[in-house]
């Protein structure tokens, strides 16, 4: 018999679908509970993996529908299932799996009762489970504390370097943000590289400006470059 969709019964005659015939065929047969374990870990056809994990909701312990069941989670493939009124309808297998595990029918037979999964990690019949969404969520997490970070890095170098930006108040310019102050530091990096390079391509003329080094025009002309490119090159780039 070739299985294509899930479903109980269907039709005003009450006709059943291939799927629950398998199923009723199964605990008729009585499989080894290995036989069904590798029906549920089949990879390549859904249809089965649905088949094992109806006959182990049926048939198995609490402990092993918790244990088997539950990996399905992560399978989101697409499947067929034919309602009451022989209409079909798309799922998933995941949702397939968490109707198994909560709901009181499926495919209309009334399954056995499963105690909370709580109950069972208390008693440590169970390990505690563990979402594949976890990960993203700790992914998520680290990159919003690396964008915290570097922005708390960006406020703090404009605060050092004495940016223009940073000296308005808080009630002038309340949504100033990191990135609002990068352009601005932009500039005035430019401006300081720029007066540098002047400096170095005309000393004497720096060095007869006011805030230039009035203290250093008493030195050799050749002592006098070196030392202020330094400094201007120290001041103007001070993390490096």
Same mark, same amino acid.
């Not at 039709?11 to 199964?26: A, Y």
């Not at 002038?172 to 590289?193: K, N």
């Given at each position: 018999?070739?299985?294509?969709?899930?479903?109980?019964?269907?039709g005003?005659?009450?006709?059943?679908?291939?799927?629950?015939?398998?199923?009723?065929?199964?605990?008729?047969?009585?499989p080894?509970?290995?036989?069904?374990?590798?029906?549920?870990?089949?990879?390549?056809?859904?249809?089965?993996?649905?088949?094992?994990?109806?006959?182990m909701?049926?048939?198995?312990?609490?402990?092993?529908?918790?244990?088997?069941?539950?990996?399905?989670?992560?399978?989101?493939?697409?499947?067929?299932?034919?309602?009451?009124?022989?209409?079909?309808?798309?799922?998933?297998?995941?949702?397939?799996?968490?109707?198994?595990?909560?709901?009181?029918?499926?495919?209309?037979?009334?399954?056995?009762? #499963? /105690?909370?999964?709580?109950?069972?990690?208390?008693?440590?019949? +169970?390990?505690? $489970? @563990?979402? %594949?969404?976890?990960e993203? *969520?700790?992914?998520?997490e680290?990159?919003?504390?690396?964008?915290?970070?570097?922005?708390?890095?960006?406020?703090?170098?404009?605060?050092?370097?004495?940016?223009?930006?940073?000296?308005?108040?808080?009630?002038?310019?309340?949504?100033?943000s990191?990135?609002?102050?990068?352009?601005?530091?932009?500039?005035?990096?430019?401006?300081?590289?720029?007066?540098?390079?002047?400096?170095?391509?005309?000393?004497?003329?720096?060095?007869d400006?006011?805030?230039?080094?009035?203290? #250093? /025009?008493?030195l050799?002309?050749?002592?006098?470059?070196?030392? +202020?490119?330094? $400094? @201007?090159? %120290?001041?103007?780039?001070? *993390?490096?």
């Amino acid at each position: 018999m070739e299985l294509k969709f899930v479903g109980g019964v269907f039709g005003g005659n009450i006709k059943p679908t291939p799927f629950l015939c398998l199923t009723l065929k199964m605990l008729q047969i009585q499989p080894e509970k290995d036989i069904i374990v590798e029906f549920i870990k089949n990879e390549d056809f859904k249809y089965v993996r649905l088949l094992g994990a109806m006959y182990m909701r049926l048939t198995g312990t609490t402990v092993d529908c918790y244990k088997y069941l539950e990996p399905l989670y992560n399978d989101y493939r697409r499947v067929k299932s034919q309602n009451r009124n022989g209409e079909f309808e798309l799922m998933h297998v995941d949702e397939f799996i968490d109707e198994l595990l909560h709901s009181e029918r499926m495919c209309d037979i009334i399954l056995p009762r #499963l /105690q909370k999964r709580h109950v069972l990690e208390e008693a440590e019949m +169970l390990d505690p $489970r @563990i979402s %594949a969404l976890e990960e993203d *969520l700790d992914e998520v997490e680290s990159s919003e504390e690396e964008d915290e970070e570097e922005e708390k890095h960006w406020t703090q170098f404009a605060e050092e370097a004495g940016s223009p930006a940073m000296n308005c108040s808080s009630a002038s310019c309340p949504t100033t943000s990191s990135a609002e102050l990068v352009p601005g530091w932009r500039q005035h990096l430019a401006a300081s590289s720029s007066a540098a390079q002047s400096a170095v391509a005309e000393p004497e003329c720096f060095l007869d400006r006011p805030s230039g080094g009035r203290a #250093l /025009q008493q030195l050799p002309q050749e002592d006098t470059i070196l030392p +202020l490119a330094r $400094r @201007i090159v %120290a001041r103007a780039f001070p *993390l490096l």
